[in-house]
């Protein structure tokens, strides 16, 4: 099937899932079109084997310094009991859960890589749920500039108003905000060696 200007594959039975899905062609990821027209690379982009061999480290690392898959699991289920109360307190009104579901994601995720997480009302907490608002709102945005030439991404960057300006802000913010744990991180290992 043409899906814009890039040929897809689809897969709508059970036998054709079953007999393609264990290939090792299908287990990559799909290639990220939009990432590489507005140069937004990074670990999120990965593809193919890297992909894979990072995947294996990543769940490597996080089963050796006691990440088990029930602590996470526990972990999230904790953080989805608190956005059901939450919400139960607003009395069946409605209300737009973008900021409750975004604060809740933040939370596991850095309880779950950073080991720690910011109240609500902190500065960082903020700019940390500022920054994945703005990627969610590029990423959910159905634009047509997807299928536009890489030399449009350049100067759709550069202007304020567009999906790709918020998804590069947003994205440099969360990098920025890695960045500085791994500052922390570093300063308190080069305290103790």
């Known amino acids: ?13 059970y036998a054709s899932i079953k007999k393609w899905l264990c290939h090792s062609a299908f287990q990559s990821r ?19 084997e890297a992909w894979r061999e990072n995947r294996r480290v990543c769940l490597k690392l996080l089963r050796e310094h006691g990440w088990k ?11 989805l009991q608190y956005l059901c109360s939450e919400l139960t307190k607003r ?11 975004t604060a809740s994601i ?3 995720i850095m309880k779950t890589l950073i080991g720690e997480y910011y109240r609500i009302g902190d500065p960082r907490r903020r700019l940390l749920d ?5 990627v969610g709102r590029g990423l959910s ?9 890489s030399w449009l991404y350049t100067i759709a960057g550069y202007l304020p108003f567009s999906t790709v300006h918020l998804l590069k802000s947003g994205y440099r913010g969360l ?14 290992l080069d305290e103790h060696t």
Not at 30 to 48: A, D, I, Q
Request: hydrophobic share 40%.
């Open 69 to 79: 898959q029930e602590n996470i699991e526990e972990q999230i289920q904790e953080e």
């Open 91 to 101: 009395n069946g009104f409605p209300v737009v859960i973008n900021h409750y579901l």
């Open 30 to 48: 799909l290639r990220n079109v939009s990432s590489r027209n507005t140069g937004l690379f990074g670990v999120v982009t990965l593809n193919g």
């Open 1 to 13: 099937v043409k899906y814009g200007m890039v040929n897809v594959v689809v897969l709508n039975n």
């Open 175 to 188: 990098v920025e905000f890695v960045n500085e744990k791994i500052r922390e991180h570093q300063a308190v």
């Open 106 to 108: 933040d939370k596991c």
């Open 130 to 134: 500022r920054c994945m608002l703005q």
């Open 141 to 149: 945005s159905s634009s047509l500039i997807v299928w536009a030439p």
